[in-house]
């Protein structure tokens, strides 16, 4: 008769790792059986490798359907892990006996949301915590089994089987049932089971999770026959296996990983003995000071002292992660968070990346990803580094594909800066790259839009063009598109694009997406791009613009007009530089309806643009502006004109006296209710001009003179000064 052993683990618990791995030394099994996935097994000889290191984990996915992935991640503290690793050393036969993926996937696609529901949120250690007076499920197995040291593991291991059979009894005499999965999962293991004692072994070591420890040790008192009636309706789907690396951050529950832990660099710190109060606070300490702040020794000392005081006050053997945040909060960081989040950062989540060796097999979309890393010479280091490209260098056009092409499928490797100085346009690219280790996850999960990075990029942005509307988010899909040279999209989207402008009247929008567009084509040959299809959308955008924009400028409130303002003159300069022979004449022709019939803020503009266009004559603007300073208007209208005339053009009234001159008069003879309510608007327009601008306007004003605005005057009369010092603090503060 074999002797089969079940030892029940926490998933990760360090305690478990060193439980699992003395029974072993002590059992000597003759067969090692650990949950895991069963088609997974191929990948176990790469556990002895040098360059496999942890956290790493396992990914088996179906490479017809690559929705279909699944992740099994492993630290050095995990117990599977220690005991896959003492199978190797010792030469024993190890197998994986969990239900393969390729039956989990059918099986997971036929559940109900509800059951598949259920079965994430149920934590079977939460009764236990609850009746030993913990509120946390980690809390209590942490204080028992992954701080305790126990002599004998055999008993322990029995101990666990015994608490969890009673929890399940308990669980299925108040009438609940396993989820489907968990049955299913338990009946292929006791197959497996039977299947190795049938083949002879006789001291068999089964390593599972401890809530499926009592299933595995009735695999006597449980029919053949049942086991098979639940496995034979699932079909197989094709599975592969691989190695990837992993992160602390991913096997924190924070990252939503359900068979996670809290604190994996704490449990790192117990598995390596590392884990003593004062060893554990020094570390804290000295992270505080790197980072600038105020730490002592005599602090590390009190705070030892307080996370003890804790622990006794609750009545717990050992200071845990919970007395050892309190204590560090309170003594170490004064009360402040912020400063324990640094902490927690480091040494309670950890900042541990894994390493897979160069010749693991690879996803095909993380093969093909890294060969384009390669061929473009980019690194992939956790360490930023600037980038500086010159799209007209073939290398460095290749290099801004790549980083394009893996921000479009939700991997931001790569953060691209905003070009200033002299290297200011679409020439030119800056961007700060950091690899993340959660980024090679993210790219597998890419994986299920293509197999190589152009293609998964085609068709997630086609998966977002589907459902798209927006004419500014359609713009900057095609931006994406073209940056990321991905020819395949242009048609489609320059087709969506000319349905959702033809039918939108918004004249914000059809502006917000010409402007983009016109850059495309100005700066379009840096990348090398055919770009007529952009000037046929554009030939019939403009015009419907030039058309629309005058009747949108009329009677505007005051938010709308100072958005449509910066907009009219980005058109204008726009314009100006791209075929400016054939739109010009157009535009213009809009500028003057505005400037005759539109808000005042965006009929300011339009006169000022004019002028500059020498459409309006200098004495035609300064009749103008005479015209909307006359003071039967509102004041209120006068003021907002007055700062559309003004926007971006303050230099006017130092080189054209006459429009100082009525500037001038205006103000002089405001009323004082009038003036105190055209006020604000005034400092918000001579505000906005540059510092320089606004000294030299303040001399001009020191020196005018009526009639003269050139000229000193003979006499300063001071009294008079000192009376109007007021007002000129408040015009140019």
């Not at 790493?56 to 099994?72: C, D, E, G, M, R």
């Not at 028992?144 to 608490?163: N, W």
């Not at 449990?267 to 884990?275: E, I, P, S, T």
């Not at 004019?610 to 200098?618: K, P, S």
């Amino acid at each position: 008769m074999a002797n089969v052993w079940i030892y029940g683990i926490r998933h990760h618990g360090p305690g478990s790792a060193r439980s699992v791995r003395a029974a072993l030394e002590h059992a000597r099994p003759d067969i090692l059986l650990v949950e895991g996935p069963a088609d997974a097994e191929d990948m176990l000889p790469w556990i002895g490798h040098a360059d496999l290191k942890p956290p790493v984990a396992l990914l088996v996915y179906n490479p017809k359907n690559l929705k279909q992935t699944a992740f099994f991640p492993f630290a050095e503290f995990s117990p599977e892990w220690q005991a896959l690793s003492y199978g190797l050393q010792e030469g024993i036969p190890i197998r994986l006996i969990d239900l393969p993926m390729s039956l989990a996937f059918s099986l997971r696609a036929t559940l109900s949301g509800d059951e598949s529901q259920q079965y994430a949120l149920y934590d079977p250690f939460g009764d236990l915590a609850r009746m030993g007076g913990y509120t946390d499920a980690e809390r209590w197995w942490e204080v028992y089994f992954e701080r305790q040291k126990y002599g004998d593991a055999q008993e322990v291991f029995s101990v666990i089987l015994t608490l969890m059979q009673a929890l399940r009894n308990a669980r299925h005499a108040r009438g609940e049932k396993e989820p489907l999965e968990v049955l299913v999962r338990e009946a292929f293991m006791r197959s497996r089971i039977r299947r190795t004692q049938r083949e002879g072994f006789k001291r068999i070591a089964v390593v599972c999770g401890a809530w499926h420890g009592p299933a595995l040790a009735q695999v006597e008192a449980i029919s053949t026959k049942s086991d098979e009636a639940l496995l034979k309706p699932l079909k197989r789907q094709p599975t592969r296996a691989t190695w990837i690396p992993w992160s602390f951050d991913r096997l924190a529950r924070q990252s939503n990983y359900p068979a996670g832990v809290w604190s994996p660099a704490w449990y790192q710190a117990l598995w390596n003995g590392d884990a003593e109060l004062e060893h554990w606070f020094s570390r804290a300490a000295q992270l505080l000071r790197r980072k600038g702040l105020f730490a002592s020794p005599a602090q590390v000392i009190e705070a030892v002292r307080l996370a003890q005081t804790l622990a006794a006050l609750r009545n717990t053997p050992v200071a845990g992660i919970e007395e050892l945040r309190e204590a560090a909060i309170t003594v170490l960081c004064q009360g402040a968070e912020s400063a324990y989040a640094l902490i927690e950062r480091h040494l309670v989540i950890g900042d541990a990346l894994g390493q897979t060796p160069a010749d693991v097999p690879r996803v095909p979309l993380i093969a093909d990803f890294e060969a384009q890393a390669r061929s473009a010479r980019l690194k992939l280091s956790p360490e930023e580094e600037w980038l500086e490209l010159d799209l007209r260098e073939e290398a460095h056009l290749r290099k801004s594909r790549l980083l394009h092409r893996t921000k479009l499928v939700g991997v931001p490797w790569g953060r691209e800066q905003i070009v200033r100085g002299r290297k200011e346009g679409r020439f030119h690219e800056q961007w700060v790259l950091r690899w993340l280790p959660d980024y090679t996850v993210q790219l597998i999960e890419a994986g299920q839009w293509g197999g190589t990075l152009e293609e998964a990029a085609v068709h997630y942005l086609c998966w977002q063009l589907s459902s798209e509307k927006s004419l500014s988010k359609l713009v900057e899909l095609l931006s994406d598109a073209l940056k990321a040279d991905l020819p395949a999209l242009l048609e489609p989207l320059l087709k969506r694009l000319e349905e959702s402008s033809a039918q939108n009247q918004d004249i914000l929008a059809l502006i917000d997406a010409a402007l983009p567009l016109i850059e495309m084509l100005r700066y379009g040959h840096a990348r090398q791009l055919n770009l007529e299809a952009v000037e046929q959308l554009l030939q019939r955008l403009i015009p419907r613009i030039c058309v629309q924009l005058p009747g949108a400028c009329v009677e505007l409130p005051n938010d709308t007009a100072a958005q449509l303002l910066k907009r009219v003159l980005a058109m204008h300069r726009v314009i100006h530089l791209w075929h400016p022979e054939v739109y010009l004449p157009l535009w213009q022709e809009a500028l003057l309806q505005i400037a005759e019939r539109g808000s005042p803020l965006v009929a300011g503009l339009c006169v000022r643009l004019l002028l500059e266009d020498e459409v309006y004559t200098v004495q035609q603007a300064t009749e103008e502006m005479q015209f909307r300073l006359f003071h039967g208007r509102s004041s209120w209208d006068s003021a907002s004109w007055l700062e559309g005339f003004l926007h971006e053009g303050g230099l006017l009234l130092l080189y054209r006296p006459a429009l100082w001159q009525v500037l001038d008069d205006w103000v002089c003879a405001l009323e004082k209710e009038a003036f105190d309510q055209v006020l604000p608007l005034l400092r918000r327009t001579f505000s906005a001009l540059s510092e320089s601008e606004r000294k030299k306007l303040f001399m001009l004003v020191r020196h005018t003179q009526r009639g003269d605005v050139h000229s000193r005057p003979a006499e300063l009369d001071s009294i008079r000064l000192e009376l109007l010092r007021p007002l000129l603090e408040k015009l140019f503060p």
